[in-house]
């Protein structure tokens, strides 16, 4: 009985986060989008932390995670903060660049 109850607790705490998950992915969309972004297919992240996004123009990123962390943001990467710039890319740096 006790098992029961349990499974059921965890398939509504996962079908609720699934929900805040296509929420994030939602409002980072539209953040993106006020920006002239264009994102592609949403990649879930090998840790199933989370899940990013590209810009099909210019290569600009954005991430939604599941961090239970108060400090940490659900929704970063350039894609929100920065507008589209086709070859987004080749004007940022890279770790190989800074660490020549």
């Known amino acids: 009985m ?3 109850k349990a499974k059921k607790i965890l398939k509504r705490l996962e079908e609720a986060v699934k929900m805040v998950e296509a ?4 409002e980072a969309e ?9 994102l592609g297919p949403w990649k879930d992240h090998a840790d199933q ?14 991430e939604v995670t599941d961090s239970s962390h108060p400090k ?11 507008d589209c710039g086709y070859g987004w890319k080749s004007k940022t740096r890279t770790s190989r660049d800074i660490y020549r």
């Open 2 to 4: 006790e098992l029961l």
């Open 72 to 82: 940490d943001t659900d929704i970063n990467g350039p894609a929100i903060v920065i």
């Open 30 to 38: 539209k953040a993106a989008s006020s920006r002239h972004h264009s």
């Open 49 to 62: 932390s989370g899940s990013v996004a590209e810009c099909s123009k210019c290569g600009a990123w954005v």
């Open 23 to 26: 929420n994030l992915k939602q």
